[in-house]
């Protein structure tokens, strides 16, 4: 019965999704090779809520459709300062990439590339810098930011209970 309640309360707000990537996977099994598709979906609602999604399957539309409801099961919180940017450099690491997020001023707009540039516009980020070292794979290095995003909630809830002078700042 809570199932049907967060189903309703998820569908009622709009999400943007952005598909970012589609691709064949094939299978040695028995009988030969059976061939699938993998899309990358990313859902956010350009108001600090953003996710990752994943969906296999044997038709593209329905490997769509799956990813966008995993994404919307694992959307995350993003805190923003007044200046639409995340409060402080923070570093996070998934697999063999490597990102770093920095703070920016007002007006420079989301210096990123690849996956991580369409997570950061889909949580409502508009200035900020990004760089990703290692590996160049689209769905870890748009996991990796997701993850960097997850530690700057946390440092955040720490600051929070610290510093009162740090409240008017979030």
């Known amino acids: 019965n809570s199932k049907n309640k967060k189903n309703i309360k998820l569908s009622k707000i709009k999400y943007e999704e952005k598909v970012i990537q589609i691709k064949r996977v094939t299978k040695v099994v028995k009988g030969g090779k059976k061939l699938t598709f993998r899309a990358v979906v990313i859902i956010g609602d350009n108001k600090k809520k953003v996710g990752v999604g994943i969906g296999r399957a ?25 200046k639409d940017s995340v409060p402080h450099v923070i570093q996070a690491s998934y697999g063999a990439c490597s990102i770093m997020l920095r703070p920016a001023a007002k007006g420079t707009g989301v210096i990123a590339g690849g996956s991580v540039r369409t997570v950061l516009e889909l949580a409502g980020i508009q200035n900020i810098l990004a760089k990703q070292f290692g590996s160049s794979n689209i769905l870890n290095n748009a996991k990796a930011t997701i993850l960097a ?22």
């Open 149 to 170: 995003l997850i530690y700057l909630n946390e440092k955040i809830e720490l600051g929070k209970s610290q510093s009162i002078r740090r409240k008017n700042f979030y």
């Open 58 to 82: 044997d038709d593209i539309n329905i490997a769509i459709t799956k990813a966008i409801l995993n994404g919307k099961k694992n959307l995350i919180n993003v805190p923003l300062t007044f």
